[in-house]
């Protein structure tokens, strides 16, 4: 059920009409519906670039951790990490002019941390 609503709400957030928002959507209306921005950058001019993330991408690949066992030397030693392949996190930015009102936006992708 939980995966329903959270897809849903990817969904639904992929269907706003973005560019009939631009200048009649508000920064504060976007904290209400989206939340906090996880990034925010002032820009020239009064300008505001917000960005929040839509979709975290997931780390994938396997980790080992502590002592493994040598059957050739009979003792301990310690494994090798795998690589992880972290996946691209999905973006919502969006930039509002010093009025606080959307003048552009952009969705995208990105390496996450």
């Known amino acids: 059920m939980l995966f329903g609503l959270l897809g849903a709400g990817c969904q639904a ?3 706003v009409d973005w560019d009939g928002r631009i200048g ?17 950058t002032k820009l020239s001019g009064g300008m505001r670039r917000a960005e929040w993330i839509t979709n975290s991408g997931d780390s994938m690949g396997r980790a080992l951790a ?18 992880i392949h972290r ?13 606080g009102r959307l003048v552009a936006w952009e969705n995208g992708t990105k390496t996450g941390d």
Do not use: H, M
């Open 13 to 15: 957030l992929q269907q």
């Open 24 to 40: 009649r959507f508000s920064y504060e209306q976007a904290v209400a519906e989206l939340g906090r921005p996880v990034e925010e």
């Open 87 to 99: 996946l691209r996190d999905r973006y919502l930015r969006l930039i509002f002019d010093k009025a």
């Open 66 to 83: 502590g002592p493994g066992y040598n059957r050739r030397t009979w003792g301990l030693v310690p494994l090798e990490p795998t690589e």
